[in-house]
């Protein structure tokens, strides 16, 4: 509670006190207007002197000047009756008090919001000749080498250059598995040491490091509104005008025809209360606000209140393979050489070598199986042959490695393999040695998702030949797919999916080579999107870890925090027009007003915190 | 050129009124106010001086809502 609330509390608290005292005083006429004015003005002299400052300005649907108006009015046919003051006072009491909760509500959720996102570092020690000395993270420079402590937050993003630890991602990622690292790792700005003393060389500044970058995003997403909000600001316009206008029709016509005109006036009165936009108004960013951030504790990073609104429309979702349901690195799968009498290990031992210099992803995947592959063979005359393979000279034999072509080419009788997968030939001497076969695995969770999905909605989209597609849709349950297709194919396919699809189309993709479409789905998503900036910019959804459930998880929290909106809004609406129609026919009284203003604004509030609350 | 500026204001509804009125000045270009994280983001228009609109605009929020501050 900040100063202004507690202040507000205080009035509220004595208002309410001496109005319930004042019910046991017997006093009637002038003492009685004087001392029940007392309570009147404690709760409620700012918003007389709030309805003051809009009259000047000419501002007639000022809500202070309504609110005025109201309970002034109220006040006045209390007089006139010589009846009971308590109706105007409480007025402007609950009215304080629904001010008051709305304020504490909505402190409260910022306080809650940023720190589930505590990953703002506040330090970081750099070595100096007098030991550790704690500076601001914006003041360290690129290349500086910084350390952290077990238990402190790494500030910047940067490499290890000492030491062993593991890293708690969690706040990042919503992966609760901690990380090892070890000297060369790359580690980004957000993770907590846990363990080890680390020291790493910073590779970025602080304003461009993860933490910031994600901070930002997630701060600037409230700012991007959806529908549902330019909505209720567009109703609120007209709202409160509308009703004021009906209260002073209600007012002057009644009242001339019948002369009954101390009924019509309470009845005017009544709307005035009514006219309050706040309960409205309030509960529709609240609800975006907690949704967006509830999300990011997941390692989900909505990048708009308007891209959470329209997933939760999605429902058609297209996906990449490569990076997406596999996990997009390759890996050796098996190696046949034993029907030819050649020893495996060997077989991948040359490979290796001869892929030396290469950075293909095949080449790496080779060098991988292989680890020790810098030994003391001699690698001469690497040539790269185009569309082939490579041809090497090792320890003077002459070793070819590449597809069927490249062995038709050298006269090497190769051999179908059975498995499906990338089929690596090597042949040595000119005489076929066998094959490697490469495969991309589908990651662990791939099958769940894609389950969690509803496999008829999904399709995949990949450059990858028809064969390995087939396998991959196959073992995941897909039933559309489209294969060997160029980037430029991704996007025509996707065109025609988006024209065919009912709902929002959304595209899953690892934010490689498939910025275009992400771009053109109505909601893009990125995943495995940590440390990568150029997902990070072109999705509209950012999913931290590759843990493809995180989809459907989104798609979850966006719908229970897009249905919390709606209820918002439909019971808002519908008690205040409820109350409105009651109180014109006679049927309801001030305290049903005061219910359709307060009331329905704390049920609205509370509703929406249990955005935050995230689906299981 | 976009700035971002702290406010503060107490209601919702006051927070789009205040961007109503930003929006309205002369010398700005768009603009968003975001009532939950209490920040308020100005495109102004080619060639003005930001600090003179942002004057401008302060002084038309104020109008509407005597109790905002926007913090320059």
Redesign the interface.
């Known amino acids: 509670m900040n100063a202004k609330q507690k202040k507000n509390l205080a009035r509220i608290l004595i208002a309410a006190a001496i109005l319930i005292a004042l019910n046991f005083v017997e006093i009637h006429g002038v003492g009685k207007f004087f001392l029940y004015l007392i309570p009147y003005l404690v709760v409620g002299y700012d918003i007389l002197l709030k309805a003051f400052h809009g009259l000047k300005n000419f501002r007639a649907f000022d809500e202070s000047l309504l609110m005025t108006i109201a309970t002034v009015g109220a006040f006045a046919l209390a007089i006139y009756e010589d009846g009971d003051y308590t109706e105007a006072i409480a007025v402007m009491l609950f009215y304080q008090i629904g001010e008051w909760f709305q304020s504490y509500a909505v402190g409260k959720s910022r306080k809650n919001i940023s720190e589930l996102m505590d990953i703002r570092p506040d330090y970081a020690n750099v070595e100096t000749d007098d030991g550790l000395e704690q500076v601001d993270p914006d003041e360290v420079e690129i290349g500086t080498v910084i350390v952290v402590q077990p238990g402190e937050k790494i500030p910047i993003d940067g490499v290890v250059v000492e030491g062993n630890s593991t890293l708690n991602t969690v706040a990042l990622t919503g992966e609760s598995l901690p990380r090892e690292v070890s000297s060369g790792a790359e580690v980004i700005s957000g993770c907590i040491n846990l363990n080890g003393v680390l020291k790493i060389r910073t590779t970025k500044e602080f304003g461009e490091s993860t933490a910031s970058k994600i901070l930002e995003l997630v701060e600037d997403a409230s700012s991007r509104k959806s529908k549902s909000e330019d909505f209720i600001a567009k109703f609120a316009r007209i709202y409160t005008p509308v009703v004021v206008i009906c209260a002073a029709a209600l007012a002057i016509i009644p009242s001339i025809i019948s002369g009954a005109w101390e009924t019509w006036i309470y009845r005017a009165l009544i709307f005035l209360v009514i006219s309050c936009p706040c309960a409205l108004v309030i509960s529709i960013p609240l609800s975006f606000f907690a949704g967006i951030g509830g999300a990011s504790r997941e390692g989900i990073l909505i990048k708009g209140s308007n891209f959470l609104e329209t997933l939760s429309k999605v429902k058609t979702v297209v996906m990449d393979k490569t990076g997406t349901l596999t996990q997009g690195s390759f890996e050796v799968d098996a190696v046949h050489s034993k029907n030819l009498n050649f020893d495996a290990e060997k077989l991948l031992h040359l490979a290796a070598h001869v892929e030396r210099y290469s950075t293909h992803p095949i080449a790496n995947s080779l060098r991988k199986a292989h680890p020790n592959e810098r030994d003391d063979c001699t690698v001469e005359d690497v040539e790269e042959i185009s569309g082939r393979g490579i041809r090497a000279k090792i320890n003077g034999q002459v070793v070819c490695v590449g597809n069927e072509k490249f062995m038709d080419e050298v006269g090497a009788a190769w051999k179908e393999c059975y498995k499906v997968g990338t089929i690596i030939h090597v042949a040595v001497d000119g005489k076929y040695a066998g094959h490697v076969v490469i495969s991309d695995a589908i990651k662990p969770h791939a099958k769940e998702a894609v389950a969690e999905l509803g496999a008829e909605n999904i399709f995949m989209l990949t450059g990858d030949t028809e064969k390995i597609s087939a396998k991959v849709a196959g073992e995941l349950g897909i039933k559309n797919y489209r294969s060997e297709l160029l980037p430029a194919d991704k996007v025509s396919e996707f065109e025609k999916i988006l024209a065919a699809s009912s709902g929002s189309v959304a595209f899953v993709g690892d934010g490689i080579n498939d910025a275009p479409v992400l771009s053109r789905a109505d909601v893009g998503i990125a995943m495995g999107a940590l440390g990568s900036d150029a997902a990070i910019e072109a999705a509209d959804v950012v999913l931290m870890d590759d843990d493809p459930r995180k989809i459907s998880r989104a798609i979850k929290i966006s719908r229970k925090c897009l249905s919390i909106v709606k209820q918002n809004i439909f019971f808002a609406i519908g008690v205040k027009f409820l109350c409105l129609i009651l109180g014109a026919i006679g049927l309801a009284n001030m305290w049903a007003a005061i219910f359709a203003d307060v009331g329905v604004m704390i049920l609205a509030v509370l509703n929406s915190i249990r955005t935050m609350i995230l689906p299981k | 050129m976009k700035k971002t500026y702290k406010i503060d204001v107490?209601?919702?509804?006051c927070a789009?009124l205040m961007e109503?009125e930003t929006k309205k000045t002369a010398g700005v270009k768009d603009a968003?106010v975001?009532?939950?994280?209490?920040?308020m983001?100005v495109e102004f228009e080619d060639g003005v001086d930001a600090k003179e609109v942002m004057g401008r605009v302060r002084e038309n929020c104020k109008?509407?809502e005597?109790?905002c501050e926007i913090f320059l």
């Open positions: 107490d209601c919702a509804n789009n109503a968003v975001n009532f939950m994280t209490l920040k983001k109008r509407v005597k109790d």
